[in-house]
């Protein structure tokens, strides 16, 4: 409303699409806590984060929510799990 651009990061879209954001970035598949990428994945968390400022210069209507696809982000990147202590 005072003219600052802003971009939504989410990793909920749907929920983000009815709030109506000016922009809105789904990096498709992230996970809640993760919205730019795994701790230490620099290069991808530049890559997410370089992609929601270049919405600022497209025009894209309010509610609207830009999906993209990041491949590095994939399975091999998972954190080991952590054992239950019984």
Not at 7 to 29: C, D, F, H, N, W
Not at 71 to 84: H, L, M, N, S, T
Request: no cysteine; net charge positive; aromatic share 6%.
């Amino acid at each position: 409303m005072r003219g600052i651009p802003t971009v939504l990061i989410t990793v909920s879209p749907e929920v983000s699409a009815q709030m109506r954001p000016p922009r809105a970035l789904y990096p498709k598949g992230f996970g809640v806590g993760n919205s730019l990428g795994r701790p230490g994945m620099r290069e991808l968390q530049r890559a997410v984060l370089r992609d929601a400022l270049l919405l600022v210069t497209e025009n894209t209507r309010p509610g609207e929510v830009v999906t993209r696809e990041y491949p590095d982000y994939g399975e091999q990147y998972e954190p080991p799990r952590v054992k239950a202590v019984k």
